[in-house]
């Protein structure tokens, strides 16, 4: 028999794969390659174009439970970050100590329910003020994956050194790359992707 592997992809622009002309983002490339790998799933993408962390907590629990039920193999894959700390006004969108509480209760959320899930950093983008604020959030997101178990894979940096991923942000909006650019983050992911299908429980590998 099959395993009833499913997986929950919660967060923002990044998530749903905005820019990229096959409509598949970097998580729908991660589905592919589980596939590939001898590891089917049912892939939800429920991503949500300048959505921020606040907003995420108040609908991830609707959206994946009756995706998610019990019997199946469940995850969840959440990526969040870059809205919440995009200047509006003067200040961000949403206060760091805030998008970090906001992160503590949806992976406090996620364990109670018994699914398995992985955090991913907020990728960067060309102006190097938001990403200093993002290095600060990739921080205080590690510390608290740390303190809850939660896989988490620090991509930002990985990224930002990526002469591809970086390019293509500048040719486009300065934050959303075509294709070759989320292939590029997706071909960062996979192999600790793929470890954690296989085996949730083993370890808590850092992208560097």
Known sequence: ???????????????????????LGWAGRLAVRATAAGQPLNYYNLGIRRETSTELRARWAAECTPRLPAGADCRVVISTGVNDSQYENGRPRVDPEVSADNLTAILRGTREKGWQTMVIAPPPNVDEDHNRRLLALDDSFADICDALDARYLRAHQP????????????ARDGYH???????????LLAPHWLLWLADPGSGLPTVR
Do not use: Q
């Open 1 to 23: 028999m099959v395993p009833d592997l499913r997986v929950c992809f919660l967060g923002e622009s990044f998530v749903a794969g905005i820019g990229d002309r096959k409509h």
């Open 159 to 170: 990224l930002r050194d990526n002469p591809i991923w970086m390019r293509e942000v500048a």
């Open 177 to 187: 790359p075509d294709a070759t650019g989320y292939d590029e983050f997706a071909a």
